[in-house]
């Protein structure tokens, strides 16, 4: 039994079959745009099931969506019924963006962008729990599969949880690894939800409430190569932090560990390798870390945490220095953990802790707390200089002034040239929770 909120949405944005006609679902971005229409007509998904479509989208315009396409979309409820008893059968089970057990790092990091629906498997409930995620190439070598299952292994045992892509090789690895040491995995699939729910690798995992498979795609829905690109980033925004052990120079986990770089979603580390022409070597280059020792050895803990260091992450490894920078800020979950991650040194402690957090930086994602430091510096500065001050990759310092400049946040000035933030108001540099999106989860559009 679904509401009719969970009803429309997904008459809107999803398969029911290979071939839906001539009206395509919703894409992600595309329902975002038309949740937030309704929400500001004050009308809900459920408004459209409940009520003529014609008269609750009155004074609607959109180049590609089409009121013609909402109404054939719409008109597809046996095709739904049928499907969802099809896949209950199995334990298939249906998530929109305004159930509570939606994981709220898609919707902090993708924001409207996230998948407006998942389907899935196994215990829910894990998708809030974050961890770490493994990924890698499908055809990696013995040594490499090795690895990413003690991997798996050494991230329950730190009381994490695996997440990876279910694909075979690398994920598929590590996310027995942690199975075998009885952890909690999170398995983003790409495809075949349906097969994967009935496969015996995943049953006991199931049944113990260890596992939970999900998609945002058809739950039956074979290989495509566009779904498995697509996918990576909610690998990423499912965690805290992620460890690539083996990509090519292009591909599904080059192209995702990439897309994190930008994105600065999560700290994202590399398995030193000896070979010069690997993708893992070219990552490093990109803004990558390498990851040093035996997966047997490593702090977990502080893989979401790095700090400004070389030292490689092993609990047999000398002890690190406290003073943490910009590059190292995580999500963390807690106030205690928060200003724990603050501390730049031993005088300021209280302090700084006490003022960063007053912010509710736990909130941020890197980008945003780049710009609050931005704003503190409090005047101008060449990318060199802030390059110098933060030690942070020049690339990625560029691409964020670059982004912050199409914003209209930052000030781009002239002879030379500099940056300068442009003094928003605390209000204005808190996480983009508007009042309109705050409304629009009360109202079932799973905004927030």
Request: charge should be neutral; aromatic fraction near 6%.
């Amino acid at each position: 039994m679904i509401n009719t909120t969970t009803q429309a949405i997904l008459l809107l944005t999803s398969y029911f079959s290979k071939s839906v006609g001539d009206a395509k679902p919703l894409t992600p971005t595309e329902w975002g745009r038309f949740a937030v229409w309704l929400n500001e007509q004050g009308k809900t998904p459920a408004d459209l099931v409940t009520s003529e479509p014609c008269g609750v989208l009155q004074g609607w315009q959109d180049d590609k969506i089409s009121l013609e396409r909402i109404e054939q979309l719409l008109g597809r409820g046996h095709a739904l019924a049928l499907a969802l008893e099809k896949w209950s059968r199995v334990g298939i089970w249906v998530l929109t963006r305004s159930d509570a057990d939606y994981p709220k790092l898609l919707k902090h990091q993708l924001r409207n962008s996230a998948p407006p629906v998942l389907f899935g498997c196994g215990n829910a409930r894990l998708l809030n729990q974050g961890g770490v995620s493994v990924v890698g190439a499908r055809n990696a070598s013995e040594a490499d599969l090795d690895y990413a299952k003690a991997l798996g292994r050494r991230i329950a045992v730190a009381g994490q949880s695996v997440v990876s892509g279910g694909a075979r090789g690398v994920d598929e690895a590590a996310m027995l690894g942690g199975l075998l040491q009885e952890g909690t995995v999170i398995g983003v699939m790409a495809d075949s939800l349906l097969k994967a729910a009935m496969a015996s690798k995943w049953r006991q995992g199931l049944m113990n409430n260890n596992l939970v498979l999900v998609s945002p795609f058809y739950p039956e829905a074979g290989f495509n190569a566009g779904n498995a690109m697509a996918r990576n980033k909610y690998i990423y925004c499912l965690s805290r932090a992620a460890v690539v052990v083996r990509s090519d120079i292009k591909g599904g986990t080059w192209s995702g560990a990439i897309e994190n770089l930008k994105k600065a979603w999560v700290p994202l580390w590399v398995k030193r390798d000896q070979d010069t022409q690997s993708g893992n070597r070219m990552l490093v280059t990109e803004g990558g870390q390498w990851l040093d020792g035996e997966a047997e050895q490593l702090d977990v803990q502080a893989l979401s945490m790095p700090l400004n260091s070389t030292t490689p992450r092993t609990f047999d490894s000398e002890a690190v220095s406290t003073e943490v920078e910009l590059s190292s800020l995580s999500h963390t979950s807690t106030e205690a953990e928060l200003q724990t991650s603050l501390v730049t040194a031993p005088s300021r402690e209280k302090t700084k802790a006490s003022d960063e957090s007053s912010l509710g930086l736990a909130e941020l994602s890197f980008y945003q707390f780049f710009l609050e430091k931005l704003k503190r510096l409090g005047r101008a500065a060449t990318i060199d200089e802030l390059v110098a001050q933060w030690e942070l990759p020049k690339k990625q310092i560029t691409e964020w002034l670059k982004t912050s400049v199409d914003e209209g946040a930052v000030q781009k000035l002239a002879k030379p040239v500099r940056y300068q933030h442009l003094k928003v108001s605390n209000a204005e540099s808190q996480p983009r929770a508007t009042s309109d999106s705050a409304s629009a989860g009360q109202m079932g559009l799973g905004l927030d």
